[in-house]
């Protein structure tokens, strides 16, 4: 079992940056997960935004953040972070953090375990 707990969300302004993390607990091994990012805005799915494969090997973006958004992870910490750079106000989502063991997937329903999500809210 892993625990999710997200942080840092807020409200802020067009071109502004905010930096969530995520930190899981539980016994399984951080290292050993996937870990991934979705929001999802109102009336809207659940959307993928970024996956760290597991042990941090690679990264993936969608494309809509490609070069304004970085996921990195801390193993030693577990905990994942999304540094989020010249935010817009289409942006504005609830953002989730999400694992999977091993394995990573853009589709959100392939993963197991989900935070209780952080609210991202962009003015224009």
């Known amino acids: 079992q892993v625990q999710l707990v997200e942080s840092g969300g807020g409200l802020v302004q067009a071109g502004d940056s905010l930096r969530l993390s995520c930190t899981a607990s539980g016994r399984a091994a951080f290292s050993s997960y996937a870990m991934a990012w979705f929001r999802q805005a109102p009336g809207r799915e659940r959307e993928f935004v970024a996956v760290?494969?597991?042990?941090?090997?690679?990264?993936y973006y969608a494309d809509s953040v490609k070069a304004r958004f970085t996921i990195s992870r801390d193993n030693a910490k577990n905990t994942v972070y999304l540094q989020m750079n010249s935010l817009k106000p289409e942006d504005t989502a609830v953002y989730y953090c999400a694992a999977r063991f091993r394995q990573y997937d853009y589709d959100p329903q392939f993963y197991d375990y989900w935070g209780q999500g952080t609210q991202v809210t962009v003015s224009s």
């Open positions: 760290s494969m597991y042990g941090g090997s690679n990264t």
